[in-house]
T-cell receptor, first 116, second 117 residues
Framework: AQTVTQSQPEMSVQEAETVTLSCTYD???????LFWYKQPPSRQMILVIR??????QNATENRFSVNFQKAAKSFSLKISDSQLGDTAMYFC?????????????FGSGTQLTVLP | DTAVSQTPKYLVTQMGNDKSIKCEQN?????MYWYKQDSKKFLKIMFS???????INETVPNRFSPKSPDKAHLNLHINSLELGDSAVYFC????????????????FGSGTQLSVL
């Protein structure tokens, strides 16, 4: 079974600063995908960034980037130039592909607050 | 033109009642899911259907029964509601593959907040 651990229940950062959210996972699978999702107070689940395990290059999406360490099973999210709209719960998620199904296992989340 | 829509958004009901949550996607996806988010925000998969066939069935009480009339719809029926069923329920969908390209992105609905009194 896969497990995803987010050890920081809450974090805060000043607007325009950089923050890093931690995530570790445990799996015996060799082919998988990792995601960061954002859930603002509106409750909507928003995909922030995705990483394929077979790719060594770290994924980036504008102000969001990841540090993927496959051997260490670590997948942290860095948010640069933090904005007030980044305030949300952030979930790290592990996906394994089971035929046509994509099974996501989520971490417990990190509540990020961006301070003005 | 919402991609994955759930109804209702909020559902308040008494313990012991039976209720249903509906989900529809207009993305042409072939796989749909139900996830439960508890009061501590923990998200866990419940079910997954591919082309109306059940393919993931996690340890969920028999009171929960998913029904997929076609591949664009996946409804969740809950019998004899209990206090512990209070949660936010998310529907999601995905496409298995486009040509040779494996698709892995899930599209989530906006959730249904179920409150059992």
């Amino acid at each position: 079974a896969q497990t995803v651990t987010q050890s920081q229940p809450e974090m805060s950062v000043q607007e325009a600063e950089t923050v890093t959210l931690s995530c570790t996972y445990d799996t015996s699978e060799s082919n998988y995908y990792l995601f960061w999702y954002k859930q603002p107070p509106s409750r909507q689940m928003i995909l922030v960034i995705r990483q394929e395990a077979y790719k060594q290059q770290n994924a980036t999406e504008n102000r969001f980037s990841v540090n993927f360490q496959k051997a260490a099973k670590s997948f942290s999210l860095k948010i640069s130039d933090s904005q007030l709209g980044d305030t949300a719960m952030y979930f790290c998620a592990f996906m394994r592909v089971l035929g046509s199904a994509r099974q996501l296992t989520f971490g417990s989340g990190t509540q990020l607050t961006v301070l003005p | 033109d919402t991609a994955v829509s759930q109804t209702p958004k909020y559902l308040v009901t008494q313990m012991g009642n039976d209720k249903s949550i509906k989900c529809e996607q207009n993305l042409g996806h072939d796989t749909m899911y139900w996830y439960k988010q508890d009061s501590k925000k923990f998200l866990k998969i419940m079910f997954s259907y591919n082309n109306k066939e059940l393919i993931i069935n996690e340890t969920v009480p028999n009171r929960f029964s998913p029904k997929s009339p076609d591949k664009a719809h996946l409804n969740l029926h809950i019998n004899s509601l209990e206090l512990g069923d209070s949660a936010v329920y998310f529907c999601a969908s995905s496409r298995s593959q486009t040509g040779l390209r494996l698709r892995v992105k899930l599209f989530f609905g906006s959730g249904t907040q179920l409150s059992v009194l």
